[in-house]
Nanobody, 123 residues
Framework: QVQLVESGGGLVQAGGSLRLSCAAS????????MGWFRQAPGKEREFIAT????????YAADSVKGRFTTSRDNAKNTVYLQMNSLKPEDTAVYYC????????????????WGQGTQVTVSS
């Protein structure tokens, strides 16, 4: 079992930055790959980024590539999503998720989910 708690969401103006954190407890953090997803009202859950167990490998969706970066600190059992150059269309609830084994961009591969944190970008 892995428990995940996101933090760092909020209201920001377009062009601004936010850093989301996801703190994990339970299973050894370094044994799980992590992913970030978001869901806007009326839309399907969307893949944002994923990071491997060691943090050596990351992959981001085209919609955020060059603006969002994910990283992790296994000593702190925490994964981060640095979001820069935010746009109104980035407004959504952001979720972190964990899975054993390799990282993935498919939400259905993930076994554990956080409760989500709201990010609102004003124009």
């Amino acid at each position: 079992q892995v428990q995940l708690v996101e933090s760092g969401g909020g209201l920001v103006q377009a062009g601004g930055s936010l850093r989301l954190s996801c703190a994990a407890s339970g299973r050894t953090f370094s044994s799980v790959a992590m992913g970030w997803f978001r869901q806007a009202p009326g839309k399907e859950r969307e893949f944002i980024a994923t990071i491997s167990q060691s943090g050596a490998s990351t992959y981001a969706a085209d919609s955020v590539k060059g603006r969002f970066t994910t990283s992790r600190d296994n000593a702190k059992n925490t994964v981060y999503l640095q979001m820069n150059s935010l746009k109104p269309e980035d407004t959504a609830v952001y979720y972190c998720a964990a899975k054993a084994g390799y990282s993935s961009s498919y939400y259905y591969d993930y076994d554990y989910w956080g409760q989500g944190t709201q990010v609102t970008v004003s124009s």
